[in-house]
């Protein structure tokens, strides 16, 4: 650890007690190019480190820089992020790649040249130019965000732009004091397993002695935002549909919930439970007719991060016939290079 000149105590104690504690994970090694950093942030947005750290190099050896991602089918692309959700970021990364390889150039590291391209938003753009460029720019992440904001004692709505004025401030001039890519990682593993949003440790956090929030007796309220709304449930009715051919799947379009990723017939509604009939309409337009249940049903539910999914799967067995397009019959080794997500496994599993 490089020793930090001047009046650096707090972040001199934050990088110490990283060299103790600090976690080990794939994307905090050698070599950390942009292009490897811009995956592991797009990965972790919204995504639990433990859920990424075993997607994030079989990424990579599929898609090793920019090239191979821009070049491959979109459909590989999506299957490579199936069980990390909010596909939309598997989108813009190939989008991103595409663009910059088209540009015969690699990823920037002005900020406004960054924040220009697909999916770069204001974090990542800080992400790349701290982590892959050495620049001192703060990543404000939620982590970041609710340390700094506890240790100036300041309350309110992290969210609000004079909080996270205030924070880029109080960090900017930490992150002039060390190495930006070692105190990014220090301050985020310090976010997730110290300093956390509900349960703080202040007992052993290394910012306890200069900390406001401690001082108050109550750090708890600081840096966190109001309790989310409960997410709504939806009631869905998925059919499986096999024939000789195999099952019946169609590709959902590419913008929006779950795009580009592919789809049983279903049916979803915001209050009863869809009935036979319901599904049996949807079965119709796709070109799936007079069919009637084999007797085989199992529940389905997934938990999105706005919405729950709850009802069940009904087995349909009919003979092959034409498809409205998109849809598709599909055998088991055409499903096994398509992107299906993780809502409608259990579609494909029959319920096992």
Request: hydrophobic share 45%.
């Amino acid at each position: 650890m490089s020793q930090i000149p001047g009046n650096g105590g707090a972040v001199q104690s934050v990088l110490r007690w990283y060299d103790e504690e600090g976690r080990d994970l794939p994307w905090r090694q050698d070599p950390r190019t942009p292009y490897r950093v811009l995956i592991a942030e797009a990965m972790l947005q919204q995504t639990r480190a433990e859920t990424v750290a075993p997607r994030y190099e079989v990424f990579l050896q599929r898609f090793p820089d920019l090239q191979a991602l821009a070049a491959a089918p979109q459909d590989e692309v999506l299957r490579s992020w199936e069980g990390l959700g909010y596909y939309a970021r598997a989108r813009n990364l190939q989008r991103l790649a595409q663009m910059l390889t088209a540009q015969g150039g690699g990823l920037p590291a002005d900020r406004a040249a960054l924040i220009g391209l697909p999916g770069v938003g204001e974090y990542i753009a800080s992400a790349l130019r701290s982590f892959a460029f050495g620049i001192p720019d703060p990543p404000l992440d939620a982590n970041l965000r609710r340390i700094a904001l506890r240790y100036a004692g300041i309350p309110g709505d992290p969210l609000d732009a004079a909080s996270g004025a205030a924070a880029r401030k109080l960090l900017a001039d930490w992150f002039q004091m060390a190495s930006p890519a070692q105190l990014g990682d220090a301050l985020m593993d310090l976010g997730a397993r110290v300093c956390t949003a509900r349960r703080p440790d202040c007992a052993v956090c290394p910012l306890q002695e200069g900390c406001a929030a401690v001082a108050s007796g109550a750090p708890e309220e600081f840096g966190v935002r109001r309790p989310k709304a409960a997410p709504r449930t939806r009631r869905i009715l998925a059919a499986q549909i096999v024939s000789p051919q195999g099952q019946a799947w169609r590709p959902r379009p590419a913008k929006g919930m779950l795009g580009g990723l592919w789809e049983p017939p279903h049916v979803l509604s915001e209050e009863d439970a869809p009935s036979l009939d319901d599904l049996r309409a949807q079965l119709a337009q796709w070109g799936v007719e007079s069919a009637e249940p084999a007797g085989e049903r199992w529940p389905l539910k997934h938990v999105f991060t706005h919405q729950v999914w709850e009802g069940e799967v009904i087995r349909f067995v009919v003979q092959a016939g034409p498809l409205v397009p998109p849809a598709r019959w599909l055998d088991a080794r055409s499903i096994a290079q398509i992107a299906v997500p993780r809502a409608f496994r259990t579609v494909l599993a029959g319920g096992k």
